[in-house]
C-alpha cells in the first residue's frame, strides 16, 4: 500500500511540473523582438501547475494555503552577446507581459536598479473582476536574465498570509 502511495504521489507531482520555458516563451520572443540586438538562451526552465500545490495542501493542512496557486513559470536565460549594455525598460517588460497575457493590465509596483543587479516586478490585474491575477518578476543580473511568473488568486492567498496579523494592528515596534 505503501509504495502504492508513493508511485500516485510521484505521477501526480511529475504531470504537474516540467523542465521547460514554454509558459514564459512569449516573454522572450517579444523581449527578443523588441531587443534584435541581443539573443537570450535558454539556461533553465521549470512550470509548475496546480496540481503540485493542491498536494502540497493536502500534505500539509493548516500550514500553507497553497491551493490557491494556478502556476509558477521560472526561466533563467543568458543573453548574447556577452558584457553588453542592454537597455530593459518598463515600456519593453509591459509589451513583453502583453504578449503573454494581454487580458490582464499590467503595472510595475517595484524597480530597483543597483550597479550589478536590476529587478523589475509586475502584477497582473482583471480589471473586470477587480482582482489580482499575476505576479511577475525580472532580474537582471550580469548576463542573466531570470523571469517568474504566479498566477492564481492572489486574493484569497493575501487574506490566509494576513490572517496571523489580524486584530493585532499597531503593537508592533522595532527595538
Known sequence: MKTLLICASLLLL?????????????????????LPDIRL???VGIAMSGGMFDFLDMVTPNEADLSEIDHVQVAVYSIHPRGGFIDFTDEIFHESLMA????????????????????????????????????????????????????????????????????????????
Open 14 to 34: 511529475t504531470g504537474c511540473m516540467s523542465f521547460t520555458d514554454r509558459p514564459l516563451r512569449p516573454v522572450r520572443d517579444a523581449l527578443a523582438q523588441q
Open 41 to 43: 538562451q535558454k539556461e
Open 100 to 175: 503573454k497575457d494581454a487580458g490582464l493590465t499590467w503595472d510595475r509596483i517595484v524597480k530597483v536598479k543597483e550597479d550589478s543587479e536590476q529587478v523589475w516586478v509586475y502584477v497582473g490585474m482583471d480589471l473586470d473582476s477587480n482582482s489580482l491575477e499575476a505576479l511577475s518578476v525580472f532580474v537582471l543580473e550580469n548576463d542573466e536574465l531570470v523571469l517568474i511568473n504566479l498566477g492564481g488568486d492572489f486574493y484569497h492567498m493575501l487574506e490566509f498570509a494576513m490572517k496571523p496579523a489580524r486584530g493585532h494592528r499597531g503593537i508592533y515596534s522595532s527595538s
